[in-house]
């Protein structure tokens, strides 16, 4: 079979599954979305083929038709928009293997993300942290980085407060930020952006984390013990789980 009949079968067979125009009920998503993961695994072998490109061409075909059915289809579920979560880390690899710019790839996913009306890319920045390369890593760090700088500065000599107690242009990309570094374990940039914001018990488990997967544990029991305290001098106006 040619690689173009290969193409335009699966091409066929996401048209097919995605069933655009027809309403999926709660009850019948999880067999829904089943079926697309059986297709997804057709394409992934694609790219461990080595034949990045014509997966990539494959993925963006059905991150497409995942926009479309989310109107079509009760997700309260959350089954589909694991399901695109799945597409995007996929997508991200291909064209990563395909060579495409890193600079192209941080600008859709930035893009995808800022206009993300079906809660598709909520969550996901510490696995497409994980995923990228160096150099696309860096770019996506570097523009949360750059996001949370701007919103921060008229707030800079006021001494740090809770992350909610800031604007959502400030908090929204320190959480980003939080997810990123936990990603790649960076604890100094953690803790220099927790010197700006206060830090929470959510943060001092997280650095807890950090220390003991580099196996500091003196530096580990440390924070866990600030986390405490913290947790026990809470006020309510901290949420410890969301900070």
Request: with cysteine; proline share 3%.
């Amino acid at each position: 079979m040619s690689k173009r009949k290969t193409d335009d079968s699966l091409a066929r067979s996401i048209e097919s599954a995605l069933n655009l125009g027809q309403f999926v009920s709660y009850n019948h998503s999880w067999r829904f979305v089943q079926d697309l993961e059986e297709i997804k695994s057709k394409i992934d072998a694609l790219l461990e083929q080595d034949q990045a490109q014509r997966a990539l061409n494959l993925y963006e075909v059905f991150i497409s038709g995942c926009y479309e059915k989310a109107e079509e289809m009760d997700d309260s579920g959350g089954n589909l928009g694991m399901f695109a979560q799945e597409l995007f880390i996929s997508w991200i690899k291909a064209r990563q293997k395909a060579g495409c710019r890193p600079e192209e790839t941080v600008k859709i996913i930035l893009r995808w993300r800022d206009n993300d009306n079906y809660g598709f890319w909520y969550d996901i920045e510490e696995d497409v942290a994980k995923i990228f390369n160096k150099e696309g890593f860096l770019l996506f760090c570097k523009h949360y980085q750059a996001r949370f700088a701007k919103a921060y500065a008229p707030f800079q000599d006021q001494g740090p407060k809770y992350i909610y107690d800031y604007p959502s242009e400030v908090y929204l990309p320190a959480r980003v930020l939080k997810k990123i570094y936990m990603a790649k374990k960076d604890i100094t940039s953690y803790l220099a952006l927790c010197e700006r914001i206060a830090i929470s018990p959510k943060d001092c488990e997280n650095i807890a984390t950090l220390y003991k997967d580099k196996r500091r544990f003196a530096e580990a029991l440390e924070w866990i013990e600030k986390g405490l305290i913290w947790k026990r001098n809470a006020s309510g106006a901290i949420n410890p789980v969301l900070d």
